[in-house]
């Protein structure tokens, strides 16, 4: 089992809709977690960190479910330039961090 | 302007030849990694240091080497001995090791010749 997954996609959506998509961990003592967003050939940027309360950011809601050891990612009133590859990140802490990233989903938003 | 960069954009490799991607940062950050993506797939990482001369191997650490002479400099050497070099290239920075968030440079593509 990998250490993160995310499925793949591509999730493919009209404009407007509301998409979420989840990133498993195995290791359940990783203690931070990140979404990234990665454009095509390009360098991949943070989009939000995740919280044991759950975070929002305009139209991003990023939450965390430490029981069944996920994150997720929510995105509202999806716009054109939503479409990319969002990548999960997680790290734990032991006797030197570890920071796993997700091989990503790819979102692909239609007019 | 603040931030990390990488050079060359894209570079070619011969066979048996060792090349050097460059990676910079002026954010003043203690940890510094870099990462290889390949086409479909999430980063994996090559190796990483916390410190000024000090560094330590990541999961795919053959046939690639680093040095961290100072602290805004990472270079990345990537050896005749890495037989599938070809890749997307990712220098990254942060504050602390693993706790803080991650900051990319523009990354540099490696293609074998």
């Known amino acids: 089992r990998k250490e993160v997954e995310q499925d793949p996609g591509p999730f493919n959506v009209p404009e407007g809709a509301t998409v979420a998509f989840n990133c498993t961990y195995s290791n359940s003592a990783s203690q931070s977690f990140f979404w990234y967003r990665q454009d095509c050939r390009k360098e991949p940027k943070l989009l939000m960190s995740v919280y044991s309360s759950g975070n929002e950011d305009g139209r991003f809601t990023a939450q965390l479910n430490r029981a069944s050891q996920y994150i997720s990612l929510l995105i509202r009133d999806s716009k054109l330039s939503d479409s990319a590859t969002y990548l999960c990140?997680?790290?734990?802490?032991?006797?030197?961090?570890?920071?796993?990233f997700g091989s990503g989903t790819r979102l692909s938003i239609r007019p | 302007d603040g931030g990390i960069t990488q050079s060359p954009k894209y570079l070619f490799r011969k066979e048996g030849q060792n090349v050097t991607l460059s990676c910079e940062q002026n954010?003043?950050?203690?940890?510094m990694y870099w990462y290889r993506q390949d086409p479909g797939q999430g980063l994996r990482l090559i190796y990483y240091s916390q410190i000024v001369n000090d560094f330590q191997k990541g999961d795919i650490a053959e046939g690639y080497s680093v040095s961290r002479e100072k602290k805004e400099s990472f270079p990345l050497t990537v050896t005749s001995a890495q037989k599938n070099p070809t890749a997307f290239y990712l220098c990254?920075?942060?504050?602390?090791?693993?706790?803080?968030?991650?900051?990319f440079g523009p990354g540099t593509r490696l293609l074998v010749l």
């Open positions: 990254a920075s942060s504050g602390t090791s693993g706790g803080e968030t991650q900051y």
């Open positions: 954010l003043n950050h203690d940890a």
């Open positions: 990140v997680v790290v734990s802490y032991s006797s030197a961090s570890k920071i796993i």
